[in-house]
């Protein structure tokens, strides 16, 4: 195995082994995002069976069986370590689970020194039925998200979360709203679920690509390096690629590495404004100076303050004058209003007065980014 200090990151690609192992050899502080969904410890016993008799095969598989509960705590603080090593310092982390487990990896997070952004409720809007009825029907996961520390300057693409929060009441007619922290997204099933060569499911626990392109879209860039260390169906993969971003897959089935590579061979990146968080993109400054010296606003141009009978004169600074002294925009409104804030947004409550009508100096200024923000 290349010593951490010569390795180079293997871009786009899947990686074969344990993932313990796999993950010590990536470098210190080189992963923008990571998404982990480890294996649960479900501890499921005997089989459960629908109620017209057939079987039904929850997670019954080999990498999700522990020796005890110690043991899983041990796993999972073993490759939380190496998450915490190699994340940026600016980076960040998912983390989902079951109520068998999530609470455990939390509690390992915290003490590692992981700061929590938040903690997501994955509502399953078609969850599986309980079927006995002897408890209530599990219809959600939890996902923590998560920094290396408190002082990390995070990806969050606001807008583009606000975008991507399309349940809402007139969405289509342009309303938007704060994506919330809980979401209503399907399992995975019909012809996303991957089938084997036999036509059973391949993967029990294979995640929606909707849920990880929502992760990856609001809290990576562009380029950014997302990595998987339970790489399973390769669903994180896909949905980076087809963001834009790369990817690091760690697996060791090689029936989930052979059917997962199948699937990425058809995903394209999608060029969209969502991928390029586009939305989120700041406008340029646009100050009445610079407003001044393009030609949008004139030195000694009346101002005046919004359904009021105050007028005040432009200098060349892009200051006003009023009444013998010399404010900016901001605080002589906020004077002139009687507000309780020191400062309110000038730009829309200054006007010009121009071909007989009054004209915000913030549509002015919009004007003026139309113009130079190419």
Not at 27 to 48: E, H, V
Request: aromatic share 12%.
């Amino acid at each position: 195995m290349k010593s951490r200090e010569t390795y180079q990151l293997p871009l786009n690609q899947i990686l074969q082994g344990d993932s313990l192992e796999l993950l010590q050899t990536i470098p210190n502080a080189s992963i923008d995002l990571i998404f982990a969904d480890p294996p649960y410890f479900m501890r499921t016993q005997g089989c459960l069976q629908r109620p017209e008799g057939s079987d039904f095969r929850g997670c019954d598989d080999a990498w999700d069986t522990f020796g005890n509960h110690a043991d899983y705590l041990h796993f999972s603080r073993l490759w939380l370590e190496q998450c915490h090593r190699i994340i940026k310092p600016n980076g960040s982390i998912w983390v989902i689970g079951s109520m068998q487990c999530i609470y455990s990896l939390g509690a390992i997070m915290q003490e590692l020194g992981f700061w929590f952004i938040n903690d997501v409720i994955w509502h399953k809007s078609n969850p599986t039925p309980n079927f006995h009825g002897t408890r209530l029907n599990n219809a959600h996961e939890t996902l923590i998200w998560a920094t290396k520390d408190k002082n990390a300057k995070y990806t969050f693409n606001y807008k583009t979360a606000k975008e991507l929060n399309c349940e809402i009441i007139d969405f289509e007619n342009g309303a938007r709203k704060q994506l919330g922290s809980v979401w209503k997204i399907p399992i995975c099933n019909g012809k996303e679920r991957l089938k084997d060569s036999s036509g059973n499911k391949l993967h029990n626990t294979q995640k929606p690509e909707s849920l990880l392109y929502r992760i990856i879209a609001i809290s990576s860039r562009l380029g950014d390096v997302v990595l998987d260390p339970f790489g399973g169906t390769m669903t994180t993969a896909v949905a980076a690629k087809r963001l834009g971003r790369d990817f690091i897959m760690l697996e060791q089935n090689t029936d989930y590495i052979h059917y997962g590579k199948q699937r990425l061979d058809s995903i394209v990146f999608e060029d969209s404004p969502v991928a390029k968080a586009e939305f989120d993109k700041k406008p340029i400054k646009a100050t009445l100076s610079t407003m001044i010296a393009a030609g949008f606003l004139h030195v000694e141009e009346k101002l005046y303050l919004k359904n009021t009978c105050f007028e005040a004169t432009l200098t060349q600074e892009g200051k006003l004058e009023f009444d013998g002294q010399v404010y900016d925009i901001h605080t002589l409104a906020a004077q002139l209003k009687n507000a309780k804030a020191n400062r309110l947004n000038g730009f829309k409550y200054w006007e010009v007065y121009r071909n007989d009508s009054y004209i915000l100096l913030h549509t002015i200024r919009e004007e003026y980014r139309q113009v130079f923000n190419v």
